[in-house]
């Protein structure tokens, strides 16, 4: 399986969207939690040259948010890029 991020911050309602997706497909994932972490937060930056969360990233590929990943998954490729 492959290698699940997603960077998240504690009050955000797309994040726990994003989980609760990630959730109920089986998917496991390290969530990366920046609410009070800056400098994890300024690496989730440079990673997805995004400033909101969720941003997520499978096997080093950046997905985007909440609902770039549901798009992901109509589109059916999540599937594909989870068993990569």
């Not at 955000?12 to 496991?28: E, I």
């Not at 990233?57 to 990569?84: K, M, Q």
């Amino acid at each position: 399986m492959s290698k699940v991020e997603i960077y998240t911050k504690s009050w955000c309602p797309f994040c726990a969207l994003a989980k609760d997706h990630l959730d109920r497909k089986g998917v496991g994932y390290e969530e990366i939690d920046v609410t009070t972490d800056s400098v994890r937060e300024l690496e989730m930056v440079d990673r997805s040259g995004r400033h909101t969360v969720p941003q997520i990233f499978i096997d080093g590929h950046h997905v985007g948010g909440s609902d770039d990943l549901v798009t992901v998954e109509r589109s059916g490729h999540l599937d594909e890029l989870l068993a990569d």
